[in-house]
């Protein structure tokens, strides 16, 4: 370890190589957060619907998803679904599909406790002040939820982050990915893999800080 | 014991009720809250409900308000029923051309904290009766100033005292111009220096002739403001008396212990 000799420069050689990688993470964690969010509508509005079999199909597959991890998940969608549909998926839709699905499961969750976070007096007085239950929603209920999952929503994005680099295993060519093709051919893992974390600690930390920031003037309010 | 409706009647001959409960239970899973209980409501009435926690006012005032459901018997509102157990779809319709007749205001304010002062006020006529934006906007300046607090029209509830919330939100109600203000123990959330804002506010209303039902523990109101005064215990009405009666000369036993925990 001591006698280590550091070669930066076969990192800075390859600098624009890593940073088109770190462009293919952070479209992917954004197009992922478009879809997740989405997703976890659907399944929030499966779990809070009138109708058991919808409820039941909702909490079911949140179950599964949270419960399992998302390793194998990814690999089930890229290696599973070809051969159920019979159709060849690129990896990088089977990438977003993935995390969307991971990431709307938890935040589904987020829209609920936002929701439920909403005191009930407060539609009740929406209610017999003659608002539909529409209005009720849109008006009342839905502006509090928002501001209640916001942070979270954000704190999501970090994690997906973080959750893109899996896309390496099903050669996604994220960051991560190509940080293992560059060790492989520099031999030298030590100065790759130490500059990739750091890239994703960079981009990740500050926005952490921001939503600890955030959430606390929120509270404020 | 007295039949509640025809008793109502004895004392205001004249029209009919502005709202009814006629013989209303309600039960929670197996807890029975309500038993029967049969309330009519006259134009300029302030009945004051009265009774230990836990005998059923509120629930009471719920299920008039149309936020419960009743298990028996049926609300009627000038005639028409407007929440029955089975809540057919004429029920619904008429319960839906009455809502707005019927004001709340509860313990705990429900303000909306994302809207100011005004947007609380204005929401409803806008959203509800579509009255056009100046409009609304003069007739809630009118409300608030007429609970002291036209000053407040841009501040977020966040910024007000209690008493001042409770203002706004009888002023809310007030801006819907409803037939009857159901009040569901207004100041039990409030400290006590700042009850009397509220009480004055609500004393004014009735004067003017608000019909007025309300759930409270403050028996001097109940006493001075009130026309009668409706005495509650283990979801019954259990005593009924006009003004100031029940307090002189309180009839059962029940009311009588009750009304001892008040004197000093």
């Not at chain 1, 420069?9 to 954004?30: C, E, H, K, N, R």
């Not at chain 1, 982050?161 to 492989?184: C, N, P, Y």
């Not at chain 2, 029940?254 to 009304?259: N, W």
Request: aromatic share 8%; with cysteine; glycine share 6%.
């Amino acid at each position: 370890m001591f006698k280590y000799q550091f070669r930066w420069d076969t990192v800075w050689g390859s600098f624009d190589f890593l940073m088109a990688g770190l462009q293919m993470t952070l479209i992917v964690s954004g197009i992922t957060l478009v879809l997740a969010m989405l997703a976890g509508l659907v399944i929030a509005l499966l779990d809070m619907s009138k109708f058991p079999p919808a409820r039941w199909i909702g909490v079911t597959f949140g179950e599964i998803i949270r419960n399992t991890p998302i390793l194998v998940q990814l690999l089930w969608v890229y290696y599973v679904l070809p051969i159920v549909f019979g159709v060849r998926i690129e990896s990088l839709v089977a990438l977003v599909i993935g995390l969307s699905l991971y990431q709307g499961a938890f935040i589904s969750e987020v829209y609920r406790s936002g929701i439920q976070s909403v005191p009930r007096g407060h539609s009740e007085a929406a209610q017999v002040l003659g608002l539909t239950p529409l209005q009720n929603f849109v008006r009342i209920v839905l502006p509090q939820a928002i501001r209640m999952t916001l942070p979270p929503l954000a704190s999501n994005f970090v994690q997906l982050i973080k959750f893109s680099s899996l896309g390496a295993v099903i050669s996604v060519s994220e960051i991560t990915r190509r940080g293992m093709e560059l060790s492989a051919t520099n031999f030298r893992p030590l100065e790759t893999f130490t500059f990739i974390a750091v890239v994703y600690f960079l981009i990740c930390w500050p926005l952490a800080m921001g939503i600890r920031w955030w959430e606390r003037r929120l509270q404020a309010q | 014991m007295f039949d509640g409706i025809g008793f109502a009647y004895a004392l205001n001959m004249a029209g009919i009720p502005i709202i009814v409960a006629e013989g209303v239970s309600k039960t929670f899973g197996t807890n029975q809250v309500l038993t029967r209980v049969s309330l009519p409501v006259m134009e300029r009435d302030v009945v004051c409900v009265v009774g230990p926690s836990g005998s059923g006012k509120t629930t009471l005032l719920r299920c008039i308000a149309l936020l419960e459901t009743p298990s028996e018997g049926r609300i009627v509102m000038q005639g028409t029923a407007i929440s029955t157990p089975q809540q057919e779809k004429p029920v619904k319709a008429a319960a839906r051309a009455v809502r707005s007749d019927i004001g709340m205001v509860f313990q705990h304010f429900n303000l909306w904290p994302h809207m100011t002062v005004l947007e609380n006020l204005i929401e409803a006529p806008l959203r509800v009766k579509k009255l056009p934006k100046d409009q609304a906007v003069a007739s809630a300046e009118t409300l608030l100033a007429k609970v002291g607090l036209s000053d407040k029209r841009d501040a977020y509830p966040a910024r007000l005292s209690g008493g001042q919330q409770q203002r706004v939100a009888i002023a809310r109600a007030l801006a819907m111009a409803p037939k009857v203000l159901l009040f569901d123990e207004a100041t039990s959330a409030l400290d006590p220096e700042l009850r009397r804002e509220v009480l004055l506010v609500m004393r004014q209303l009735a004067q003017e002739g608000m019909t007025m039902l309300v759930v409270t523990h403050e028996m001097n109101f109940a006493r001075h403001v009130g026309t009668r005064t409706v005495f509650m215990d283990r979801g019954e009405i259990v005593e009924e008396a006009l003004g100031s009666a029940f307090f002189d000369s309180p009839k059962t036993e029940r009311a009588q212990r009750f009304l001892q925990q008040f004197e000093d």
